[in-house]
């Protein structure tokens, strides 16, 4: 069965140091992996997606992503983060078509000054 | 381009009486359609999914129902609410390309 585990329920860093996110799948074929953000009170806005080729992945925001075959994961990255990243992330698995996509129970940031 | 909508974005129910949220996608075509609920701490759960007019597929059992009346519109219904139906729910639809969801804004409902 499809699952996404996200370690990490909360993560605090301070403005301006870098950032990862870990999170691990569970798929039968070659997934389709996103990561999303959420704002208080807001539905979900796409950070990034990996379908095939290069394993780094860009995304907006300064957000990137690497996924590794080898240990099942797909963990976003940001080098310097900002006070506006402050916000829950999630990672998704899928297949292309019809089948929904599962998500991962999300990860909060907070970010101190 | 496309965009979607979900209403009404906040609403306040007593235990027992009926729900109604609605969602629609403009600017596509035969969209697969998903309704979601987060409840803290929780993640993400599927609820429905639909694939064409008048095609559900139900992925929790609960008193909760859904509907696509037309191409672009998904709509979640109860007969009467429990208190663990609060939550916020989350309509998406999904880019046939590849693949990943667009969601609507929410539609936070408190049961009391």
């Known amino acids: 069965a499809q699952s996404v585990t996200q370690p990490d329920i909360h993560i605090t860093v301070s403005e301006g140091a870098s950032l990862e996110l870990r999170c691990n799948y569970s798929y039968g074929a070659t997934p389709y992996l996103f990561w999303y953000v959420q704002s208080p009170g807001q539905g979900l806005q796409l950070l990034l997606k990996y379908f095939s080729g290069d394993t780094l992945v860009q995304g907006i925001k300064g957000f990137e992503a690497e996924f590794k075959r080898s240990q099942s994961s797909f963990n976003l990255r940001k080098p310097s983060v900002h006070w506006s990243d402050a916000a829950e992330y999630f990672c998704a698995v899928g297949a292309r078509g019809n089948t929904p996509l599962v998500f991962g129970k999300g990860t909060r940031l907070s970010v101190i000054a | 381009s496309q965009t979607i909508h979900q209403w009404p974005a906040t609403l306040v129910q007593p235990v027992g009486s009926p729900l109604s949220l609605e969602c629609t996608v403009e600017?596509?075509?035969?969209?697969?359609l998903y309704w979601y609920r987060q409840a803290a701490g929780r993640g993400l759960q599927l609820l429905f999914y639909s694939v064409g007019i008048g095609q559900i597929s139900s992925e929790v059992p609960q008193n909760l129902s859904a509907s696509r009346p037309q191409d672009r519109q998904f709509i979640l219904s109860s007969k009467k609410l429990l208190l663990s139906d609060s939550g916020f729910y989350l309509c998406?639809?999904?880019?046939?390309?590849?693949?990943?969801?667009?969601f609507g804004e929410g539609s936070r409902l408190t049961v009391l």
């Open positions: 600017g596509t075509s035969n969209p697969n």
């Open positions: 998406a639809w999904r880019g046939p390309a590849t693949g990943e969801l667009f």
